[in-house]
């Protein structure tokens, strides 16, 4: 199971962070953050534990398997 959410010019990052701890407390195996203007993603793999992808990056989740390409994913 994976939780993805984008952050919003209106979005506090501390708001999101909160939620982040919950979803893993919830079961969550990933948690991606999403900041569109920064073209960055950072993937959660515990409430500490993450790794930032940006650019041109291939966003890489091994816990779910699943490869992506940023410049797709912010064309």
């Known amino acids: 199971m994976c939780a993805i959410e984008i952050l919003s010019a ?3 990052l501390s708001e999101l962070m909160t939620k982040r701890a919950e979803y893993f407390t919830g079961g ?3 948690y991606w953050l999403v900041l569109p203007a920064l073209y960055t993603i950072y993937v959660f793999h515990s409430a500490t534990e993450y790794q930032i992808f940006s650019g041109k990056d291939k966003l890489q989740d091994a816990k779910l398997g ?8 912010f064309k």
């Open 66 to 73: 699943i490869e992506l390409d940023l410049e797709e994913v």
């Open 28 to 30: 969550v195996l990933s």
């Open 10 to 12: 209106k979005q506090d």
